[in-house]
């Protein structure tokens, strides 16, 4: 592992936001962890060699807290900083555990980049992640927030995680059905057991060759690109570059502009919910049937419907090609971007009556981390 200290959240976040963190430890294997963790909530000494082999200890109070950060695509730094310990999970690797006759179970381990990972399975001519290429964070990321796009979600494929839990002091394997996994929100990010888990590594189900491979209709516009563009052959790879060309033409990419991805959440209601309903049938949004019965609206529509496409609000740009994503044009702070959100949101509750929710997390200590029961 390496210790590093007073390292800006700008440097270490897509949106290119925030303060110092007083900690940094890069996690090069799952076994460091429930040192790292000992050394924030009990309080005392941690050790690394440096350079020239010579133990460099430092040391921390009681109840310091700690978050576990992959990427920083999906994630937002304050300007407060973080007064703790920024867990860097960094260990790398990708291997084929099990295999059936038209399955194969591979494991990645939590560092390992997410797109990496996808590239992996397509070469392989492994189905069930294809459509989720070009999506910036980690395989440790993944199911924390159920990241989806373009048809497919992690949920759907995940077998189980292995993670560090950080009340039993042991190392645990939580299978898909205790994840709690729905749109954005699983164990890990939401309820009481928020934060508890830090996961190591993570295994996937996926379908092998062109066994039970996808067939259309596709997402809407993954469907436009594949008829525009003739291709029929649904293979991984061709769905791969398929949604890679997507993403190019409508996303930025993080290493050349500041954004977080996608930073407000679409809106989920059940059918019998006549409130949202009316609510929804009154934007004059289209209305889409979900998994599990549910109905859904495009957030960036309502966004482009408010006439807020492509604005620029305290330095955030709206994007031009996708509502929903917010640009770190020329914002200078978080309070800038609190700004600019709280313009937003406003806007679409005044005029729809939707209170829309952002998608990135903000890295601030939670009672887990302070050791809080």
């Known amino acids: ?28 294997s799952k076994m460091d962890v429930p040192a790292i963790i000992n050394w924030a909530e009990k309080g005392g000494e941690l050790g ?37 310990v920024i867990i860097l999970m960094k260990n790398r690797g990708i291997d084929i555990i099990d295999t059936t006759e038209d399955q194969v179970m591979v494991w990645g381990e939590a560092g390992e980049n997410w797109d990496d990972f996808v590239k992996y399975t ?51 394997i939580i299978g898909r059905d205790e994840m709690k996994m729905s749109y954005r929100e699983t164990l890990f990010n939401t309820g009481d057991e ?16 062109d066994f039970e491979p996808l067939k259309p209709p596709f997402y809407a516009s993954l469907q436009k690109y594949l008829d525009e563009h003739n291709i029929t052959d649904y293979s991984p790879s061709n769905l791969y570059n ?20 996608s930073f407000f959440k679409n809106i989920y209601f059940a059918p019998d919910d006549e409130k949202m309903m009316r609510l929804a049938e009154k934007s004059g949004c289209t209305i889409y049937d979900k998994p599990n019965g549910r109905k859904m609206i495009n957030t960036g529509a309502l966004i482009e419907k408010a006439g807020l496409k492509g604005a620029l609000l305290h330095g955030m740009r709206v994007s031009d090609k996708a509502a929903l994503i ?48």
């Open 326 to 373: 917010l640009i770190n044009e020329n914002a200078k702070s978080y309070a800038d971007l609190d700004a600019a959100r709280a313009e937003i949101t406003d806007k679409i509750y005044d005029e729809y009556g939707f209170k829309i929710k952002q998608e990135p997390v903000e890295i601030i200590p939670n009672k887990k981390s302070l050791g809080a029961k």
């Open 122 to 172: 397509v070469e392989h001519n492994f189905s069930g992640v294809e459509c989720l290429a070009k999506i910036p964070g980690t395989v440790g990321a993944a199911p924390v927030q159920n990241i989806g796009a373009y048809g497919q979600e992690v949920s759907q494929v995940i077998d189980h995680v292995e993670a560090y839990d950080t009340e039993a002091h042991e190392f645990v």
């Open 48 to 84: 690394e060699p440096d350079e020239n082999g010579k133990i460099k200890v430092i040391t921390t109070e009681k109840n310091t807290p700690w978050f576990v950060l992959g990427g920083g695509a999906n994630t937002i730094g304050r300007d407060t900083g973080f007064p703790g």
């Open 1 to 28: 592992m390496k210790i590093l200290e007073n390292i800006p959240l700008s440097k270490l976040t897509t949106m290119r936001l925030g303060g110092e963190a007083r900690f940094v430890v890069e996690v090069e």
């Open 194 to 209: 928020a934060g508890r888990y830090i996961i190591t590594g993570v295994a996937f189900v996926l379908y092998d060759g």
């Open 242 to 261: 398929a949604v890679a060309e997507i993403r190019k033409e409508k996303l930025p990419d993080p290493n050349d502009k500041a954004s977080s991805g």
